[in-house]
C-alpha cells in the first residue's frame, strides 16, 4: 500500500474520531500502531490498523474498569474492627 494512501487514512481517522473521541478512546493510537507494523510486516497496513484498533480499543475498556474498580474501592469504608 502506497504511504500517502495510509497517511491520508490516519489523518480521515484522526478528523473523524475528533468528533466521537470518548468512543474511539485506543482505537486511534491503536489503528495507527498496528498500521505501520502491518505495513512493515508485509505490506498490510489495513489489516494491521484494523486489528490495532480492535486491541487499543479492548485496553483502553479494560483500563476504564479498572480505573472505575479503584475509585469503588476507595470511595468504601473500612470495615469496623
Same mark, same amino acid.
Given at each position: 500500500?502506497?504511504?500517502?494512501?495510509?497517511?491520508?487514512?490516519?489523518?480521515? &481517522?484522526?478528523?473523524? $474520531?475528533? !468528533?466521537?473521541? &470518548? !468512543?474511539?478512546? /485506543?482505537?486511534?493510537?491503536?489503528?495507527?500502531?498496528? $498500521?505501520?507494523?502491518?505495513?512493515?510486516?508485509? *505490506? *498490510?497496513?489495513?489489516?494491521?490498523?484494523?486489528? /490495532?484498533?480492535?486491541?487499543?480499543? *479492548?485496553?483502553?475498556?479494560?483500563?476504564?474498569?479498572?480505573?472505575?474498580?479503584?475509585? *469503588?474501592? &476507595?470511595?468504601?469504608?473500612?470495615?469496623?474492627?
Amino acid at each position: 500500500m502506497n504511504a500517502k494512501i495510509v497517511a491520508v487514512m490516519l489523518c480521515a &481517522a484522526a478528523l473523524a $474520531g475528533t !468528533s466521537a473521541a &470518548a !468512543s474511539a478512546k /485506543g482505537c486511534l493510537k491503536g489503528a495507527a500502531v498496528g $498500521g505501520v507494523a502491518g505495513h512493515y510486516a508485509g *505490506h *498490510h497496513a489495513v489489516v494491521g490498523a484494523v486489528g /490495532g484498533c480492535i486491541v487499543g480499543r *479492548h485496553l483502553a475498556n479494560k483500563k476504564a474498569a479498572d480505573q472505575a474498580a479503584a475509585a *469503588h474501592a &476507595a470511595a468504601q469504608p473500612a470495615p469496623a474492627k
